[in-house]
């Protein structure tokens, strides 16, 4: 089984920058895909950003591409998003979600990181 957990999220100012980790453990070499998602007060869970594990591509929601940065570091079974420029639509609680090898779907999720920014 994998385990994700989410660090970084906190309170900044509008136009300023955040980087959000996740922090994979267990069976990692299970895992096929991370992806973030964010999920705003009184509104469904979205798609943001996702990387394959064991290649390079990525993608990211039209709103974010640009200001957002998906990463990745194998050996410390790291995923980042840095996100650059945010405004207060940006505002919500951040989580990084799972596919492995066994389901592709999202289906292995953290516990979120709540960012609030403020204009």
């Known amino acids: 089984q994998v385990q994700l957990v989410e660090s970084g999220g906190r309170l900044v100012q509008a136009g300023e920058s955040l980087r959000l980790s996740c922090s994979a453990s267990g069976s990692t070499w299970t895992i096929s895909t991370v992806g973030w998602f964010r999920q705003a007060p009184g509104k469904e869970r979205d798609f943001v950003a996702a990387?394959?594990?064991?290649?390079?591509?990525?993608n990211y929601k039209d709103s974010v591409k640009g200001r957002y940065t998906i990463s990745k570091d194998i050996a410390k079974n790291m995923v980042y998003l840095q996100m650059n420029n945010l405004e207060p639509e940006d505002m919500a609680v951040y989580f990084c979600?799972?596919?492995?090898?066994?389901?592709?779907?999202?289906?292995?999720w953290g516990q979120g990181t709540q960012v609030t920014v403020s204009s």
């Open positions: 990387i394959r594990w064991g290649g390079p591509t990525t």
């Open positions: 979600a799972a596919k492995t090898i066994v389901q592709d779907a999202y289906s292995i």
